[in-house]
């Protein structure tokens, strides 16, 4: 079964960093990619980072391009998310995702959700 557990959330200055986790399991890491997708309110979502673990190669949307990175400790089964220089717009609930590497940035099918975790920046 696989699950993924977001963790990190909180209230962030604008301008602050904030780093956000994912704990995954029950999936093999070469067949799959773990996927960062957000929801602002009134919003669609956005995938703004993701990582094929296969290739080890990460990938960001411009939105969030030279602030946030992804980074996975494969022996902790963790994805983290560092997000830097955090902007009103970047308030959202953050989602961790698993998709099959099938298909390529931006156009990936998220199969499994996790339950989100909320970022919300003040201005």
């Known amino acids: 079964e696989v699950q993924l557990v977001e963790s990190g959330g909180g209230l962030v200055q604008t301008g602050g960093s904030l780093r956000i986790s994912c704990a995954h399991s029950?999936?093999?890491?070469?067949?799959?990619?773990i996927g960062w997708v957000r929801q602002a309110p009134g919003k669609a979502r956005e995938g703004i980072a993701a990582i094929v673990f296969f290739y080890n190669r990460t990938y960001y949307a411009d939105s969030v391009k030279g602030r946030f990175t992804l980074s996975s400790d494969n022996a902790k089964r963790t994805v983290y998310l560092q997000m830097n220089s955090l902007k009103p717009e970047d308030t959202a609930i953050y989602y961790c995702?698993?998709?099959?590497?099938?298909?390529?940035?931006?156009?990936?099918?998220?199969?499994?959700w996790g339950q989100g975790t909320q970022v919300t920046v003040a201005s």
């Open positions: 995702t698993q998709f099959l590497p099938s298909r390529e940035w931006p156009h990936l099918r998220y199969d499994y």
């Open positions: 029950g999936f093999e890491l070469e067949d799959f990619g």
